[in-house]
């Protein structure tokens, strides 16, 4: 038996109709895709997509249901979830639940029964864009198009230092932007003590805590707005070892004078294609992503990785300051583990000692 008809609004006037599950609401969100086969616990669980409704493109989901070990944060960050077609009897031991059932407890409405093909089709034609989850029709679009994304990076971070690993460990601050868990997992899986520390701590707190090494970590929204927190990484650039990931390889450009640039419809999904620069050699790696690093605007960085579909920037080596970010997910979750040796590449940098303070 089918659910309420619900109806979703994009904001050039196209409309879908389909069947609700999870939170009866009314939203308004940034509409994107993902391609991901497999990991949709972890996509619901990204903060980088926060604020946004997102599509799945392949067709059934939810049929091994929810587990709470494979959660990359406390909570569900989509604004809404669309789907081809959920599966309400999911099969698989460590099952704790239904899709369904996890959107409800979390007060987030998803959409069955429509045609993601289409509407994917849509959005790489035409780009990324505001779209309306409501119970009746619409045809006033002005709240869609005025929406926006504000705050993102404040709103998903932790609100103090949170620790994880073996205190006598390497010591590691992670600066929490909407960081994924398996950063973290993948730093103590290495001997690593990590110092989650929240969005707005200065470069003078982070210092305090005396690290060894400084993670910039994932996170939504346009990486131009965070003004502080660059102005922050420019201080602490050359003090000590720094990999980043996804939205802190956009923060540490912007601060070493770099711009970014909104895409069209971005990378999301676990089979985008990177080039290393070096090697030649082509790895398949897991992103979320809207934005990209202008890569000719960026002062004393390398170029390291492209994207090898579109030639984008994926990657930055700065050797005169003992930093390198990429763009991708080295820590996968879900996604290929084909770049893991990122991580063992921090923790070597931290213990030969490079320091450029």
């Known amino acids: 038996m089918k659910n309420s008809k619900v109806y979703l609004t994009l904001a050039n006037g196209r409309q879908f109709t389909g069947y609700s599950f999870g939170a009866q609401k009314e939203v308004v969100?940034?509409?994107?895709?993902?391609?991901?086969?497999?990991?949709?616990?972890?996509?619901?669980?990204?903060?980088?997509?926060?604020?946004?409704?997102?599509?799945?493109?392949?067709?059934?989901?939810?049929?091994?249901?929810?587990?709470?070990?494979?959660?990359e944060s406390k909570k569900p960050w989509v604004t809404a979830y669309i789907v081809r077609?959920?599966?309400?009897?999911?099969?698989?031991?460590?099952?704790e639940g239904t899709i369904d059932e996890f959107l409800k407890a979390h007060d987030i409405p998803g959409i069955y029964g429509l045609d993601t093909r289409e509407l994917t089709k849509i959005v790489r034609e035409a780009g990324v864009m505001n779209a309306a989850i409501t119970r009746k029709p619409i045809k006033d679009l002005s709240e869609v198009s005025a929406y926006a994304i504000k705050d993102a990076v404040r709103s998903v971070t932790c609100e103090e230092v949170e620790y994880s690993g073996n205190p006598d460990g390497i010591r590691v601050a992670v600066w929490d932007f909407g960081a994924k868990r398996n950063i973290s997992r993948e730093l103590v899986k290495r001997?690593?003590?990590?110092?989650?520390?929240?969005?707005?701590?200065?470069?003078?707190?982070?210092?305090?805590?005396?690290?060894?090494?400084?993670?910039?970590?994932?996170?939504?929204?346009?990486?131009?707005?965070n003004s502080e927190i660059i102005s922050n990484i420019r201080k602490l650039a050359g003090k000590l070892p720094i990999f980043g990931i996804c939205l802190g390889h956009q923060l540490f450009a912007l601060a070493m004078g770099g711009r970014t640039?909104?895409?069209?419809?971005?990378?999301?999904?676990s089979n985008q294609p990177v080039k290393n620069l070096d090697t030649g050699r082509v790895y398949i790696s897991s992103q979320n992503h809207g934005y990209e690093v202008i890569s000719s605007s960026v002062e004393?960085?390398?170029?390291?990785?492209?994207?090898?579909?579109?030639?984008?920037?994926?990657?930055?080596?700065?050797?005169e300051l003992n930093a390198y970010t990429v763009q991708f997910h080295p820590e996968a979750c879900g996604g290929p583990m084909d770049c893991s040796f990122l991580f063992d590449k921090f923790i070597l940098n931290i213990k030969e000692g490079r320091y450029h303070a």
């Open 300 to 319: 004393g960085g390398k170029l390291s990785f492209i994207n090898a579909n579109d030639g984008t920037c994926e990657g930055f080596e700065y050797p």
């Open 85 to 95: 077609e959920k599966c309400d009897k999911p099969s698989n031991f460590r099952c």
């Open 261 to 269: 640039a909104k895409m069209k419809y971005g990378h999301r999904g």
């Open 29 to 71: 969100g940034e509409l994107v895709f993902t391609t991901g086969m497999t990991g949709y616990i972890e996509t619901l669980t990204d903060p980088s997509y926060y604020g946004q409704i997102v599509t799945q493109t392949f067709p059934l989901i939810g049929n091994y249901g929810m587990i709470t070990p494979d959660m």
């Open 191 to 225: 001997g690593c003590y990590c110092m989650k520390v929240p969005s707005f701590y200065t470069a003078e707190q982070i210092l305090a805590l005396e690290p060894q090494g400084l993670m910039l970590t994932n996170g939504p929204g346009d990486p131009s707005e």
